[in-house]
């Protein structure tokens, strides 16, 4: 009898079951941070997460074992600039951090509001920013990838990752001074 006939009449799950579920359990939250950080919205966040498990279920047998990482975000990378080119980067006013906060532990209406504004501050400032260079930095700054891991994700040169990040770090000040700057002024986004 063969090992699968053995764990199929065993009742266990075949193998590529197994290292599917192992998968989204390790990188599930990652991949939901990175779409959000990459401009896909909240609502749509799940849907496009998904939609990265879908595809990397169906090619399960193509990803080397020790870059599942950096396969899921490459294909998070081709969901998020979809859904942009579909639309799907319409503002939305719900507050992801409210939804994630415990009943006990709730903050109260001023302390959302005020987590809803740097949210969309956020979302506006890294929604203005060169692709390339918002890459790296939701990458770095917000998910804390060693650059290393970064250039192996990327297929890039570390060098070529610290070039963009330093450029991404110049870039998000300047677009968050511009848009704070806006903000004061009364401006919306225009």
């Not at 770090?169 to 986004?189: C, D, M, N, P, T």
């Amino acid at each position: 009898m063969t090992a699968h006939a053995e764990r199929a009449e065993q009742g266990a799950p075949p193998p590529s079951a197994e290292r599917y579920r192992a998968l989204v359990d390790a990188h599930f939250d990652f991949i939901w941070r990175s779409l959000r950080g990459l401009g896909v919205p909240a609502g749509s966040a799940d849907d496009a997460a998904q939609h990265v498990f879908l595809i990397a279920y169906q090619k399960l047998g193509e990803i080397a074992p020790g870059r599942e990482r950096s396969f899921l975000f490459g294909t998070a990378l081709g969901v998020a600039a979809n859904a942009r080119r579909a639309g799907a980067r319409r503002r939305e006013l719900c507050d992801d951090e409210a939804t994630a906060v415990a009943a006990d532990g709730a903050p109260n209406p001023e302390q959302l509001m005020e987590m809803k504004q740097a949210r969309a501050l956020l979302d506006e400032v890294l929604d203005a920013m060169e692709e390339d260079l918002r890459v790296v930095f939701v990458l770095f700054e917000l998910e804390g990838v060693p650059t290393e891991e970064i250039a192996a994700m990327l297929a890039l040169a570390k060098g070529t990752v610290a070039s963009r990040l330093r450029r991404a770090r110049e870039e998000f000040r300047a677009i968050a001074r511009r848009v704070q700057a806006r903000a004061l002024h009364g401006g919306g986004r225009r």
